[in-house]
């Protein structure tokens, strides 16, 4: 199964179902998804940009890195 990739254009309330530690990813880019227990609604870009974020480019790659499977054993 092809995971759905990660955009701009993915809503917060998706992108934390998709990449479990998404929250502490983007924490580390001053971008907080989480408030209250609960998602941001809005999109990537739409959180990025509220926070003078310009370039998602870094952002998506260290999402995508997180949401692959663990390889430690």
Same mark, same amino acid.
């Given at each position: 199964?092809? /995971?759905?990739? =990660?955009?701009? #254009?993915?809503? +917060?309330?998706?992108?934390?179902?998709? +990449?479990?530690?998404?929250? /502490?990813?983007?924490? /580390? $880019?001053?971008? +907080?998804? =989480?408030?209250?227990?609960?998602?941001? $609604?809005?999109?990537?870009?739409?959180?990025?940009? /509220?926070?003078? +974020?310009?370039? &998602?480019?870094? =952002? =998506?790659?260290? &999402?995508?890195?997180?949401?692959?499977?663990?390889? #430690?054993?």
């Amino acid at each position: 199964m092809t /995971a759905t990739p =990660i955009s701009g #254009d993915t809503a +917060v309330e998706d992108l934390v179902r998709m +990449v479990p530690r998404a929250p /502490a990813v983007l924490r /580390a $880019w001053g971008l +907080v998804c =989480i408030q209250c227990g609960e998602p941001v $609604w809005g999109t990537l870009a739409a959180l990025a940009a /509220a926070r003078g +974020v310009a370039d &998602l480019g870094p =952002i =998506i790659a260290a &999402l995508e890195q997180a949401r692959e499977p663990s390889t #430690d054993a």
